[in-house]
């Protein structure tokens, strides 16, 4: 502290300030005197300097008939200490001592920088893994609390105006920082799911935990504002027999996990497959049924046809012999002669007949000639298809087209068909290539305003 200069009644004038750096409140003592020895030390001379640096506020403590008062200063703030431009004590300069002597009060300042850190650790402590619930393995943690004062006087209620550093602070607040963190860190693996051997790969969801729980615990106990808190370092003894059991226990079920899961998609593939194959046989069965069906039916119109003929063939037989009797009808009473009413009725019978005849030719004509232009049905080939990595299908050549125009199946698409030795992209498959060939373009206009009329050949 520096000294100012001489004042009216005598001795000298201060400077009073803070020159500490490492600090949450300190108390202000003249030059050569103590803290806490003697009651000059809270002596101020009227005309003494008062300095508050920004990030600071400086805090007057005097008493008066009403009781003890308190009055804040807030850098920055660099005058001398006179009724006109210090009114808040002004009933103690001006009434008090008459400007002249010195007065009775305690100066205190409080640092109101942003960041303020103190160190803490975690010594050793046990945690248990839920696979291994009576093996302790030793744990301790190391880390970094950022806070600031924002409520100064939320501060001094809680800690009353006494000298206090970041050590002090630290000290105050330890127990409270090793409660919280251990009782964290002890019951991540069960609470977290976080395995004892992954803590240190965890370490940042592990922080986010610690930092929430002991934000509202410094906030209301110590009035100070929790900024973060960085954790350095979670150390596991690793030299534990405990830990290298846990170890152990951790690789050879990882190890279980992943060969299950291999040997489960090499299962699943399996069986996709076989599913495919037996959808495939199944699909070409009913093919084959449907086109045998459909021949069977066929075969039996014709043999139908045939045997209708056949009937009526003979039928015609008939009726021609009948009219060879008829034509003969009355021979005897003519002499032998033609007799001609049988002959008409003959020549129209005949004729009835001939119709008839044809019309069973035709008809059969007709009936082979249908049978000859509609095959039975040829198989179709039968695909499935890869649709938002989910097989669908099968489906026809037919449906896949449709299936392009609408957008869900492009060239890139995978396909497989029975016989195919793997799924392979759409566009490769040379029965579906001309699905995706290109459009044919626009006809750009002719030139000299004929529209899209073509000029006339030469």
């Known amino acids: 502290m520096g000294v100012f200069g001489k004042g009216k009644g005598g001795g000298l004038m201060n400077v009073i300030r803070c020159d500490e750096e490492n600090y949450l409140v300190w108390k202000w003592t003249p030059l050569g ?31 008066q008939k009403n009781g003890t008062m308190q009055d804040f200063i ?27 002597s010195p007065f009775q009060a305690e100066v205190y300042y409080i640092n109101l920088q942003g960041n303020n850190q103190v160190r803490f650790g975690v010594p050793y402590f046990d945690v248990f893994d839920p696979r291994l619930p009576d093996h302790g393995v030793p744990v ?20 009353r105006l006494i000298s206090f550093n970041l050590d002090q602070f630290r000290n105050q607040i330890q127990a409270a920082v090793i409660r919280y963190v251990k009782g964290i860190i002890m019951n991540v693996p069960d609470e977290a799911g976080i395995p004892l051997v992954q803590m240190e790969r965890k370490i940042d969801a592990i922080n986010e935990r610690i930092e929430t729980k002991l934000k509202n615990r410094l906030e209301s106990d110590f009035g100070v504002n929790l900024k973060a808190v960085d954790i350095d370092a979670i150390d596991v003894d690793k030299e534990s027999p405990y830990y290298q059991e846990l170890r152990q226990l951790t690789a050879t079920n990882t190890a279980r996990t992943m060969n299950a899961q291999t040997d489960l998609n090499i299962q699943n593939m399996k069986d996709m497959q076989a599913i495919n194959r037996e959808n495939m046989q199944e699909t070409l069965r009913i093919q084959r049924e449907e086109a045998q069906r459909a021949q069977k039916l066929q075969t039996e119109t014709n043999f139908i046809g045939t045997h209708a003929i056949n009937q009526q063939t003979e039928v015609l037989k008939t009726g021609m012999a009948g009219l060879g009797n008829m034509t003969n009808m009355g021979g005897g009473g003519m002499g032998g002669g033609m007799n001609p009413a049988g002959m008409m009725a003959g ?79 759409a566009g490769q498959v040379q029965e579906l290539q001309n699905i995706f060939a290109p459009a044919m373009p626009t006809m750009p206009p002719m030139p000299g305003g004929g529209g899209n009329i073509p000029p006339a050949m030469p």
């Open 33 to 63: 005197q103590d803290p806490n020895t003697t009651s000059r030390e809270n002596s101020i001379r009227y005309g003494s300097s008062l300095r508050v640096k920004d990030g600071e506020v400086a805090v007057f403590v005097y008493k």
């Open 140 to 159: 301790a943690v190391r880390g970094t609390i950022t806070f600031n004062l924002t409520d100064y006087r939320a501060f001094i209620k809680l800690n």
């Open 74 to 100: 807030e850098g920055p703030y660099d005058d001398t200490i006179k009724t006109a431009n210090f009114p808040i004590l002004s009933s103690i300069v001006g009434l008090a001592f008459g400007g002249n």
């Open 347 to 425: 020549m129209a019978m005949g004729g009835a007949l001939g119709q008839q005849m044809g019309g069973m030719m035709n008809q059969m004509g007709q009936n082979m000639q249908m049978g000859m232009q509609q095959p039975p049905a040829m198989p179709q080939s039968m695909y499935f298809v890869n649709i938002n990595n989910q097989q669908a299908g099968p489906f026809s050549v037919q449906q896949i087209m449709q299936m392009v125009q609408s957008g869900q199946v492009t060239a890139q698409s995978y396909v497989w068909k029975q016989g195919m030795p793997q799924w392979v992209h």
